[in-house]
């Protein structure tokens, strides 16, 4: 799929990725740890809040009711609660307000007869009358102290006895200014409920919801439910140790959902702009970049067409100017490799005429053939046969299409050539072959070793005769062929000339020779050119050495 797509949309691709995939990712990671690490510190809050708050309360029930044992045991509270008028009003309350001073402002305290009547009191929010068989005091006739809670208020009570039947009872009450001042402290972005043990609503602050709320969470536990209002706050739930009493804590949800929808507007709001800006990047990014690319492609599918001369414009010094550069660079060298190359073919041609030429000059084949005519019309001999027979295969070989043939059949058409000039110079020289078998099937240039011997023949015994020896060797991949003769050999001065770049007269004396080196070396390299040896009295010698190469190669 990928390599199907064009380089603007990789590249776009790529900026998406890398761009705005890390974004999203990132986006969401955020807003959810920050909504996770609100919620954990907003419960970690509540918890330590309505530890608080607990106890806090049970702190004051401890001390309420210590308070209430002592009014318990006052000998003139006892007095006057056993026999009523037995004592003065003024030293019962005396001893009421001195008993509850430690509580004052925190709670009312109050005293109430057998019946259940209100006889002293410490504050003004307490009932005047309270049923003796049935709720609070009902409750405390048991002996302990009893808790009882409604309306806003909470109280505890405790029953004086005489002879085993209660006489009076010492009552503590906390009204909704005295909560709300025992649970401001705790209260934080919260609110506190405060439940009797039947989860009846006892007491609530502000943020705690209304008075519905306790109903509703007792019909969700008795149903097995979680606690919960559907408004998304959570409750954290404490038992009073001294009462028996349940501390709701109510934590709103740490993140109003409005507020979250906003974050993820603005999130997805950023997204958008973050993948605008991509996009415009990329776009400008792929134009900057596809300008050059495109010229690059095109130049290039002009030089696949053979225009080597196109040439690209350097605008800059960056990686795509470099690029140019290099284009340019790369098609001048191409093109000087092909001039080069076109060169060395025309010289190879050049060098192959010229060897033609030298190999069927017009006076051998003059003085070739006006031999044929004599010698068959004076002397009728065989030799007419053999001579017109060489002289056809010569020719046949010279006009062929290979250019390489094997060292075998260069070697049979160098005996016919040889068999020729025999016959034209009876007992003038002998041509001696040293040749390996396996030597015999490398291929070798065509027409390679008769203008040497031809030079042998006609430069070396040209005041008397002499032997001409052939040997090849074929060893480590490489043809040795050397060409020798025991002739009158060459100066130095001859030497020279052949050796050197420009032949003049030396080129013209020993042009077959010239033609051979030229071709080796343009088919094999500089290196595989002829070498001559040569003294003057004491004959030539010409190597060659060429890679080992055979047909089925």
């Not at 790529?14 to 920050?34: D, H, Q």
């Not at 509850?100 to 209100?118: C, I, K, V």
């Not at 804590?249 to 973050?274: F, H, K, N, S």
């Not at 095109?298 to 960056?318: N, P, W």
């Amino acid at each position: 799929m990928m390599k199907n797509l064009s380089f603007r949309s990789k590249l776009l691709l790529a900026f998406l990725l890398i761009g705005v995939v890390p974004l999203l990712i990132c986006t969401l990671l955020m807003l959810n740890i920050f909504r996770v690490t609100l919620a954990g510190n907003a419960r970690d809050a509540a918890e330590a809040e309505l530890d608080g708050a607990a106890r806090a309360l049970d702190a004051l029930l401890l001390e309420g009711v210590g308070v209430l044992d002592s009014l318990t045991q006052d000998p003139l509270i006892r007095a006057e609660l056993g026999e009523p008028g037995s004592a003065a009003s003024q030293s019962v309350y005396d001893s009421l307000y001195t008993l509850s001073s430690g509580l004052r402002g925190q709670a009312d305290f109050a005293l109430y007869s057998g019946a259940g009547e209100l006889l002293f009191t410490t504050g003004t929010g307490s009932a005047a009358e309270l049923g003796t068989h049935w709720g609070l005091l009902n409750a405390a006739a048991g002996g302990e102290a009893a808790f009882s809670g409604s309306e806003g208020s909470l109280y505890a009570a405790r029953a004086l006895f005489s002879g085993g039947a209660p006489i009076g009872y010492a009552l503590m009450s906390l009204g909704s200014a005295q909560l709300d001042e025992l649970f401001s402290a705790y209260l934080g972005t919260g609110g506190i409920l405060l439940l009797d043990p039947f989860w009846d609503f006892v007491y609530r602050s502000q943020n705690a919801g209304d008075e519905g709320l306790a109903p509703l969470l007792r019909d969700r536990l008795l149903s097995g439910q979680d606690l919960s209002d559907g408004s998304g706050s959570e409750f954290y739930v404490r038992e009073s140790a001294v009462s028996g009493f349940v501390l709701l804590y109510v934590q709103p949800e740490p993140v109003a959902d409005w507020v979250m929808r906003l974050l993820y507007i603005v999130a997805a709001g950023t997204i958008v702009i973050c993948l605008a800006l991509c996009a415009l990047a990329s776009m400008l990014m792929s134009r900057q970049l596809f300008r050059p690319v495109r010229e690059l492609n095109s130049a290039m599918g002009a030089v696949e067409e053979g225009k080597l001369d196109t040439r690209l414009e350097v605008r800059s010094t960056d990686e795509m100017g470099q690029l140019a550069g290099r284009f340019n660079r790369m098609a001048e060298r191409l093109q000087a490799h092909l001039d080069e190359s076109v060169r060395r073919r025309q010289e190879l041609s050049e060098a192959q005429i010229r060897l033609m030429q030298a190999q069927l000059n017009p006076h051998f084949l003059y003085n070739t053939l006006d031999t044929v005519k004599w010698m068959g019309k004076i002397n009728r001999v065989p030799e007419v046969a053999t001579v017109a027979a060489d002289l056809a295969d010569i020719l046949r070989s010279s006009i062929s299409g290979d250019e390489f043939v094997t060292l075998g059949q260069e070697l049979t058409t160098l005996g016919r050539y040889v068999e020729i000039q025999s016959i034209r110079f009876p007992g003038k020289f002998t041509l001696e072959t040293d040749v390996d078998e396996a030597a015999a099937d490398v291929l070798v240039p065509k027409l390679m070793l008769q203008p040497i011997v031809e030079n042998s023949i006609i430069h070396g015994f040209a005041e008397s005769g002499g032997r001409i020896t052939v040997t090849a060797r074929l060893e480590g991949g490489e043809l040795e062929v050397t060409v020798s003769d025991d002739g009158c050999g060459m100066s130095e001065e001859s030497l020279r000339r052949f050796r050197s770049a420009d032949a003049g007269e030396g080129g013209r004396h020993h042009l077959g020779l010239r033609n051979v080196d030229a071709i080796l070396r343009l088919h094999y390299g500089q290196e595989h050119g002829l070498r001559i040896t040569s003294a003057e009295g004491r004959g030539t010698s010409v190597a060659i050495t060429l890679p080992a190469r055979f047909k089925e190669d």
